[in-house]
């Protein structure tokens, strides 16, 4: 499969949205931002998972008096909370249901369970074996420098083979570079990139047809895609790379 782009840009992110690594997927590297300041409401320390009530987010709260003063790479977590308990009984209730939760929260949760210091290095490790999981082996580097506007420098990066990358019967706009940071965000209007391509495929998700106002009038289900990686993988397990590499 050919790269669509040959470097996405994208922040840090708690278990991401499917479309991060559908980005992830269809680039020929990806680079992680370390300079940017700490950004509130973000998937940089929150994730949306699919619980009996509907829609859920999780954040992880981070020391506050460091927010507006230091870079994303140097957020620690806060631990006085009790987050963590949270998240793995919310995960659990959410997923335990699933073909594949309980075959890979062996992998994810002492990833969890070890306390990184820092955000970025809890999000790094999570973000690794993630990848391994779904069988990604894009490259993946750090920001060297904090860079506001990519969109100049697009033109001056080489992609091999553009004329060659399709998804789903779409090709991007001639862009060489993907800036994620802003667009791969819970605040972003438009649509999502798996939106854009075509991409939104349908897997089983275990309370969909539970929720009031989800089931459609034939008694279908009614899919709620980009959901957090999580979702995914505890519902297609193996097969979950290929929802990505269409």
Request: with cysteine; aromatic share 10%.
């Given at each position: 499969?050919?790269?669509?782009?040959?470097?996405?840009?994208?922040?840090?992110?708690?278990?991401?949205?499917?479309?991060?690594?559908?980005?992830?997927?269809?680039?020929?590297?990806?680079?992680?931002?370390?300079?940017?300041?700490?950004?509130?409401?973000?998937?940089?320390?929150?994730?949306?998972?699919?619980?009996?009530?509907?829609?859920?987010?999780?954040?992880?709260?981070?020391?506050?008096?460091?927010?507006?003063?230091?870079p994303i790479r140097d957020i620690r977590i806060d631990y006085g909370e009790p987050w963590l308990q949270h998240h793995i009984r919310a995960f659990a209730a959410a997923y335990n249901h699933s073909a594949f939760y309980d075959y890979y929260a062996d992998d994810l949760l002492p990833i969890l369970e070890s306390k990184p210091t820092f955000l970025f290095d809890l999000n790094l490790s999570l973000l690794?074996?993630?990848?391994?999981?779904?069988?990604?082996?894009?490259?993946?580097?750090?920001?060297?420098?904090?860079?506001?506007?990519?969109?100049?420098?697009?033109?001056?990066?080489?992609?091999?083979?553009?004329?060659?990358?399709?998804?789903?019967?779409?090709?991007?706009?001639?862009?060489?570079?993907?800036?994620?940071?802003?667009?791969?965000?819970?605040?972003?209007?438009?649509?999502?990139?798996?939106?854009?391509?075509?991409?939104?495929?349908?897997?089983?998700?275990?309370?969909?047809?539970?929720?009031?106002?989800?089931?459609?009038?034939?008694?279908?289900?009614?899919?709620?895609?980009?959901?957090?990686?999580?979702?995914?993988?505890?519902?297609?397990?193996?097969?979950?790379?290929?929802?990505?590499?269409?």
């Amino acid at each position: 499969m050919e790269p669509c782009y040959d470097t996405a840009v994208l922040t840090t992110a708690y278990f991401p949205p499917v479309e991060y690594f559908f980005a992830i997927a269809h680039s020929g590297r990806v680079l992680i931002e370390q300079h940017e300041a700490y950004q509130k409401q973000s998937w940089r320390n929150r994730c949306r998972i699919l619980s009996a009530a509907g829609p859920e987010d999780l954040s992880i709260p981070v020391v506050k008096e460091e927010r507006l003063s230091r870079p994303i790479r140097d957020i620690r977590i806060d631990y006085g909370e009790p987050w963590l308990q949270h998240h793995i009984r919310a995960f659990a209730a959410a997923y335990n249901h699933s073909a594949f939760y309980d075959y890979y929260a062996d992998d994810l949760l002492p990833i969890l369970e070890s306390k990184p210091t820092f955000l970025f290095d809890l999000n790094l490790s999570l973000l690794e074996k993630l990848m391994s999981l779904l069988g990604l082996d894009t490259p993946v580097s750090l920001t060297d420098s904090f860079i506001a506007d990519y969109a100049p420098l697009g033109s001056d990066i080489p992609l091999p083979s553009q004329e060659k990358c399709s998804v789903n019967g779409i090709s991007p706009a001639p862009l060489r570079l993907l800036d994620g940071r802003e667009r791969i965000q819970p605040k972003y209007k438009g649509k999502s990139l798996l939106a854009e391509f075509g991409c939104e495929q349908a897997y089983y998700q275990v309370f969909v047809n539970e929720m009031p106002g989800q089931a459609r009038h034939d008694g279908a289900s009614s899919f709620i895609p980009n959901l957090s990686i999580l979702d995914l993988l505890s519902a297609e397990g193996p097969n979950a790379g290929s929802f990505l590499r269409i």
